[in-house]
């Protein structure tokens, strides 16, 4: 199976900073045609995940532009231009390129 | 809209056994591979196990192998974990989801208590 280890675990940010979680993956997440299904999660307290980004770099619907993705092969990164309060919680990359699906285990962005 | 409903999350004993439901709406639920996705209190997002869309095709996490069955009924937009010889460490929320859509539900909770 695929491994995905992210980085920071905790990720301590002042309202309106940049925040940067990178994950990375054990194998190259690049598929046989060509695309690359590395997706990122938001999981609010008490809420269920919700899809932010996938295949890397691509918003979903409703998310604002102030989340981006970016990255190739092994190595991705989200951002987070401006935190802003409601961006709190716990964030998690997944790769969708090979079965199983595996998850990253998880950064929780906190207000300083 | 897309709804995925999960039911039938309880407390039990270990060594029971339990069936949980999802149902599907707003989507072509035949369309899509679907997947059961754990997350035990304060913990991260563990993968269960995952079926084809037309259910040739399942897959388990090593934790759950032998123990626990996914299956689907495309007529009725309904997938189903039945879960045998549950222990503590199963307790968690329970997610219905095709995660590579996007897709979660709201999670029931299993509770593996005696």
């Known amino acids: 199976d695929v491994v995905m280890t992210q980085s920071p675990l905790s990720l301590p940010v002042t309202l309106g900073q940049p925040a940067s979680i990178s994950c990375r993956s054990s194998?190259?997440?690049?598929?046989?045609?060509?695309?690359?299904?590395l997706n990122w999660f938001q999981q609010r307290p008490g809420q269920s995940p919700r899809r932010l980004i996938y295949k890397v770099s691509k918003r979903d619907s409703g998310v604002p532009d102030r989340f981006s993705g970016s990255g190739s092969g092994t190595d991705f990164t989200l951002k987070i231009s401006r935190v802003q309060a409601e961006d709190v919680g716990v964030y998690y990359c997944?790769?969708?390129?090979?079965?199983?699906?595996?998850f990253g285990g998880g950064t929780e962005v906190e207000i300083k | 809209e897309v709804q995925l409903v999960e039911s039938g999350g309880i407390v039990v004993q270990p060594g029971g056994s339990l069936r949980l439901s999802c149902a599907a709406s707003?989507?072509?639920?035949?369309?899509?591979?679907m997947h059961w996705v754990r997350q035990a209190p304060g913990k991260g997002l563990e993968w269960v196990s995952l079926i084809s869309w037309d259910g040739g095709t399942t897959y388990y996490a090593d934790s759950v192998k032998g123990r626990f069955t996914i299956s689907r009924d495309n007529s009725k937009n309904s997938l189903f974990l039945q879960m045998n010889s549950l222990r503590a460490e199963d307790t968690a929320f329970y997610y219905c989801a095709a995660p590579e859509e996007g897709y979660w539900g709201q999670g029931t909770l299993v509770t593996v208590s005696s």
């Open positions: 997944m790769q969708g390129t090979q079965w199983p699906l595996t």
């Open positions: 707003g989507f072509t639920f035949d369309d899509y591979a």
């Open positions: 194998e190259s997440l690049v598929h046989s045609d060509g695309n690359t299904y």
